[in-house]
């Protein structure tokens, strides 16, 4: 999302709590710090333990509680399935609707949803969307003995790549690029995790691997430094600054549509690594859970755990990623159509 765009929605939060009366907004943190005190808040992950995504939730579990009012225990759970479907779907459909339960799950979620997912039974636009902690860049890489070394060997040779559910980016990432370039991927389900996808990697199992490139750094770092691994795509609107060379799937493109169509589908890579609660949380608690998270994204001893953990932080505030979201589900009829011609089904 373009800077202006994202300043233009600090601006209007930031006015929204410069307007209200200084008597209310006391009588608010009150009534919040009265609900959260002694509570306990469900963190739902809806992946399985390792991988980038369970290590940023619980990073956010140790750190979230002290900027909560009434300093709430975060109490984490792994809920992974249908890529991160069924969580998507706890949280809309069974969660409390009370800010008592937040979730991190796929980013292609509100994707999914708007293209019709099959067990997809959500509203990614009425939950209420906390904060990004990161945005979620991934990577296709290939071990060098394997037959895939050149970004045109992925268009020439079949390949297979370990993957795991048919709804995260592991598999949507890859199948698209098929789907709209022609590579020639071979996608080799039922991995529980890019951590067991990648040992299977260094088995020699498959050839390569599709994942965030958090998860990359965080297992094997060493993997890119030593030449064990070659990247040869990365999956977001903008190269990484850890990729300058490394070209985005939007670059391979060589249509205008297949631009538009991969820069859509890209567009989950923003929504990244998120916090987000049911539909319907009192304003109230939304404010201060919104206005917490940004105060824990600054926080040094988090910033430090993160970058222990060889992960980034670029966070986007409540306020635009809702809208960012909103954007996705007003996608144009036409455009819709084309995504779904090209999208994985089932996912």
């Not at 959260?36 to 991988?51: E, F, H, M, S």
């Not at 190269?239 to 549509?257: F, G, N, S, Y």
Request: glycine share 8%.
């Amino acid at each position: 999302m373009p800077t202006p765009f994202r300043a233009a929605f600090l601006s209007l939060g930031a006015a929204a709590l410069l307007a209200q009366p200084p008597q209310a907004m006391a009588q608010a943190a009150s009534s919040v710090e009265a609900f959260y005190k002694g509570r306990n808040i469900d963190l739902i992950v809806g992946y399985p333990p390792g991988g980038s995504n369970d290590l940023y939730a619980r990073i956010v579990a140790r750190h979230f509680s002290k900027y909560i009012p009434g300093n709430p225990t975060l109490v984490f759970r792994n809920m992974p399935g249908a890529g991160s479907i069924v969580a998507a779907n706890y949280m809309y459909n069974i969660a409390p609707k009370d800010g008592s339960a937040l979730a991190l799950v796929s980013p292609t979620s509100p994707l999914d949803e708007k293209l019709g997912a099959v067990g997809a039974k959500y509203d990614s636009g009425k939950f209420t969307w906390i904060g990004r902690m990161a945005s979620s860049s991934n990577v296709t890489f290939f071990s060098r003995n394997s037959p895939i070394q050149t970004a045109e060997d992925m268009f020439t040779k079949e390949s297979r790549l370990a993957a795991t559910g048919a709804g995260s980016t592991v598999v949507v990432f890859p199948t698209v690029m098929n789907n709209v370039l022609g590579t020639r991927f071979k996608l080799i389900m039922g991995y529980k995790g890019s951590g067991e996808a990648m040992l299977a990697l260094s088995r020699g199992e498959t050839d390569g691997h599709s994942t965030s490139l958090d998860a990359l750094n965080a297992e094997h770092p060493e993997w890119i430094k030593d030449g064990t691994m070659r990247i040869l795509v990365q999956y977001g609107l903008e190269r990484h600054p850890l990729l300058p060379d490394v070209p985005t799937c939007i670059e391979l493109a060589k249509t205008e549509e297949q631009k538009q169509i991969l820069r859509i589908v890209m567009s989950s890579v923003e929504v990244g690594k998120m916090l987000f609660s049911a539909p319907g949380v009192p304003a109230d608690r939304l404010t201060a859970l919104r206005r917490g998270f940004d105060e824990m994204v600054k926080d040094p001893e988090f910033v430090a755990d993160v970058e222990k953990a060889r992960m980034d932080i670029s966070p986007m505030r409540g306020e635009a990623l809702q809208t960012f979201v909103q954007d996705i589900a007003n996608m144009t009829p036409d455009m819709l159509e084309k995504v779904k011609a090209i999208y994985p089904q089932g996912g």
